[in-house]
């Protein structure tokens, strides 16, 4: 308490907070508590599943909601990177943190290939190149030798947590995942309030007039795609370890369309929203399921009732109305 | 007297139209020149040719004696040529602050160092606060840019330039849109920026750029019509037929 009290009266009198705000520390706290309850208050293959998706929204958020760029095609970095992940952890024999590193590192590079084809196009045909691709890279899975078409790779084994911890287990797996998840969410969140983050925010807000400052706007955009596609990729990766699968759906255009839905109904562009839109989306998918093809039809009026009504989503309308970021 | 930015046979076609045809202009250095027209005249292209955000079909430009023709308007905004938007361009959802420090960021080279936290921006701040008062925004510093009226927006994005410490502006119609007070405000705070600097303007309000230019060049139909200082301009009888159409009689 002292210390904080010092350092205000060292510094000047600075009208604005320097580094990460009280409240939104406070926020991460509370959810690091959150988290490592979960897995026992609900199954925890279930836990793990809502951090995946967490973590691919928040990549996903990213680049929408920081970059200011639509992808309609964020599978292919989800899926192929659970492809390699499952691949090398049952055919290679690679540890967990090995396997969903290569899962990743695939996912980055699919990420610098689609990524510098597609920035050289703006707004909708920016989408519709990253939805192209995508669909390429579904029917390279689909047709692919070592992706199992159809059957996809199943019964993935988990290794040895460095070739020492055995992760059978799935609540102590569960703790590895919060691990990467959580660690993936804060360096999104670093990202984002980086210089590189302010710079990215000016060309989301008026590109031109980045451009005349002198900033070379395709490498910034770039460089947040692959980011983005990298913690996607990491996602997807340790999605496939979790459910010791990767399959077809993870690829699937649907998948590309499941991540902006939790996006936008958690609210785009906010810290928390990409992660309260997947726990809400994957609750709804885990808990409805009986309805079977109902719960797509449950999820699309959600969607439509969400966009109707507030557009910013649940996290943009409550940091409205509390008047701070959230 | 040098010359700070120069075209020579500066040509634009867009399928077949010609919107700027053969025009030779020099700018000279530490002046404020002015470029004006009838609607159509082709001077935002022209513009946009000088500012690399169009290329153009024929024809060079030269900044400070280099050769600027294939260079991205990126990087002559490096070299120091920095231009302004007819529609106020600030960055709506920063703070008038950061808005300043974003230029200002262009001192550390590339701001490609996602790892870090943005505390190290802190640095600029004292600076940045200072472009911003000097444009009477002091009392807006943390609002943000949305927030401000259209004036304000236009001194937020002066102060913004500034900030990058630009050896030659580029202002598309600076006085567009704006209530006389604002005009006068703004043609106050050009001429005391451009003090050290050399400025070419796009501007449709005659009495400001009778107050401001040094020297002025009419463009109509992509053609430069005539050339000089105002005096000179304002009674040439081509100008006078390209503004009032008696051509056309």
């Known amino acids: ?326 | 007297m040098s010359a700070m930015l120069q075209a020579s046979g500066l040509t634009k076609e867009f399928k077949g139209f010609v919107a700027v045809n053969n025009v030779d202009l020099t700018v000279e250095r530490g002046t404020i020149h002015a470029l004006i027209g009838p609607n159509g005249a082709g001077k935002t292209t022209c513009f946009n040719l000088l500012t690399k955000f169009l290329q153009p079909t024929r024809g060079t430009i030269t900044y400070d004696g280099r050769d600027i023709t294939s260079m991205s308007a990126a990087d002559i905004a490096r070299l120091g040529l920095v231009r302004s938007f007819q529609i106020s361009a600030v960055f709506d959802d920063l703070t008038v602050l950061e808005n300043v420090r974003i230029a200002m960021q262009r001192r550390r080279g590339d701001s490609y160092d996602f790892w870090r936290s943005e505390v190290v921006l802190a640095q600029y701040d004292e600076e940045a606060r200072g472009y911003v008062e000097s444009v009477g925004l002091g009392d807006f510093l943390n609002h943000r840019a949305a927030e401000l009226s259209y004036g304000r927006k236009r001194a937020l994005e002066i102060a913004t330039t500034l900030a990058l410490e630009p050896e030659m502006l580029l202002l598309d119609e600076p006085m567009a849109g704006m209530a006389q007070a604002d005009v006068d405000r703004i043609s106050a705070l050009i001429k005391r920026i451009s003090e050290g600097r050399t400025i070419l303007m796009v501007e449709h309000n005659l009495s400001v750029v009778a107050d401001l230019s040094d020297r002025i060049t009419v463009l109509a139909r992509g053609e430069v019509l005539a050339e000089g200082d105002y005096d000179t301009v304002s009674k040439s009888p081509d100008v006078i037929d390209a503004y009032i159409g008696a051509g056309h009689d």
């Open chain 1, 1 to 326: 308490m002292s210390t904080s009290e010092n350092t205000k009266v060292a510094l000047p009198a600075m009208t604005h907070t320097v580094g990460m705000p009280r409240h939104q520390k406070i926020i991460f706290v509370l959810l690091l508590g959150v988290l490592l309850a979960l897995p026992f208050m609900v199954y925890p293959v279930f836990a793990m599943k809502v951090l995946c998706f967490a973590l691919f929204a928040c990549a996903f958020n990213l680049l929408l909601g920081f970059g200011g760029l639509l992808s309609f095609g964020h599978a292919a970095y989800f899926g192929m990177a659970s492809y390699v992940c499952a691949h090398a952890a049952k055919v290679w024999g690679l540890t967990p943190e090995l396997a969903i590193l290569a899962g990743t590192a695939t996912a980055a590079l699919l990420g610098l290939v689609i990524g510098s084809l597609a920035i050289r196009r703006q707004g909708i045909y920016f989408a519709m190149v990253t939805l192209a691709f995508a669909q390429m890279v579904y029917f390279f899975a689909l047709q692919a030798e070592f992706t199992g078409g159809e059957d996809g790779i199943q019964s993935v084994p988990r290794n040895d947590l460095l070739g020492m911890f055995p992760m059978s287990d799935d609540l102590t797996f569960y703790f590895f995942v919060l691990a990467i998840t959580y660690g993936g969410i804060l360096f999104i969140y670093r990202i984002t309030h980086s210089p590189f983050g302010q710079v990215l925010k000016s060309i989301r807000e008026n590109e031109p007039r980045a451009v005349s400052l002198g900033y070379r706007v395709n490498r910034y955009k770039l460089m947040v795609f692959v980011l983005s596609a990298t913690f996607a990729g990491l996602a997807g990766a340790t999605k496939s370890q979790v459910f010791h699968l990767a399959s077809l759906t993870d690829v699937h255009w649907t998948m590309s369309g499941e991540v902006v839905l939790m996006t936008l109904l958690g609210g785009m562009g906010t810290v928390l929203g990409p992660i309260v839109g997947a726990a809400v989306v994957v609750t709804m998918q885990n808990y409805l399921a009986y309805l079977g093809a109902w719960v797509t039809v449950i999820q699309g009026c959600i969607f439509v009732v969400g966009v109707l009504l507030f557009r910013e989503g649940i996290i943009g309308v409550l940091s409205r109305i509390l008047k701070k970021p959230l």
